[in-house]
């Protein structure tokens, strides 16, 4: 049986990505650092007969990790697949940002992604099989306006992506990253509506995604029909970034 951890699994897109690995079979651990949301996203797969544990906990707390993968042992056993999707976003001009700023957002998206994989990886690695998608941003390929500490965050996991496959890969674990433009969820409907109109109309595709096309992407990088892809960074974008 696969077992999935989640992160980030409360809204937006660790929320669509944790219900589709469910209805696709996978026993999924679904994290937030809400629990109360994470509690709702598995009372969610629960009332759909799919199968799912809530776990509340800050990924970039060593202490919240190890709980982490406790509660999902505990459930299920060793995860076979982790999915580092847990982030935020924050908006501001460079000149404006603190070193806090700075720093939180490194914390939640690059030191979390450490974290999570870093203790994954043993289990993985000891029966030479495991899959781990980190979710990146297409602004880690291309730059934001007003938000460069979240960029610079982004292209971080697509380096760490990158670097770890090279490693790992031979060994039997697929890493591999989504970057997606922008998604209709919570976390982008936090930023100006400026910058979502000015967005928006550069979009070739002319809209922005939606959480369930995102999650399908995620779903094939899980599966074994992904057999091949290792160190990429797959892009639900609408046209923004076209490699």
């Known amino acids: 049986m696969n077992v999935v951890i ?20 996978y026993q999924v651990v679904v994290n937030d650092l809400r629990a109360a949301e994470a509690e709702k996203t598995a009372a969610e797969i629960l009332v759909a007969k799919g199968d799912a544990i809530p776990v509340g906990g800050d990924v970039s707390r060593e202490e919240d990790v190890a709980a982490i993968f406790a509660a999902a042992r505990a459930a299920y056993g060793d995860p076979t697949h982790i999915v580092n999707n847990a982030g ?59 938000l460069s500490h979240y960029s610079a965050a982004k292209s971080a996991i697509i380096g760490l992506t990158k670097s770890l496959a090279r490693e790992v890969s031979a060994l039997g674990v697929r ?12 976390l982008v409907r936090a930023i100006s509506a400026e910058w ?13 995604g939606e959480p369930e096309e995102v ?9 074994d029909e992904a057999s091949l892809f290792v160190g990429q960074t797959i892009g639900p974008n609408s046209g923004d970034v076209m490699l």
Do not use: W
């Open 6 to 25: 989640v992160t980030g699994a409360g809204s937006g897109i660790g929320r669509a990505v944790a219900i589709r690995l469910a209805a696709d079979g």
């Open 88 to 146: 935020y976003v924050h908006q501001a001009r460079f000149v404006d940002l603190t070193p806090a700023d700075f720093d939180r957002m490194f914390a939640v998206h690059v030191r979390g992604t450490f974290l999570m994989t870093h203790a994954a990886l043993p289990s993985m690695l000891a029966r030479k099989k495991g899959v781990v998608v980190n979710m990146a941003s297409q602004l880690g390929q291309i730059g934001g306006v007003e």
């Open 175 to 186: 890493v591999n990253a989504v970057a997606p433009g922008p998604i209709n969820t919570p």
């Open 196 to 208: 979502r109109k000015a967005k928006a109309a550069e979009l070739p595709l002319g809209r922005f």
């Open 215 to 223: 999650a399908a992407t995620v779903a094939f990088l899980c599966s």
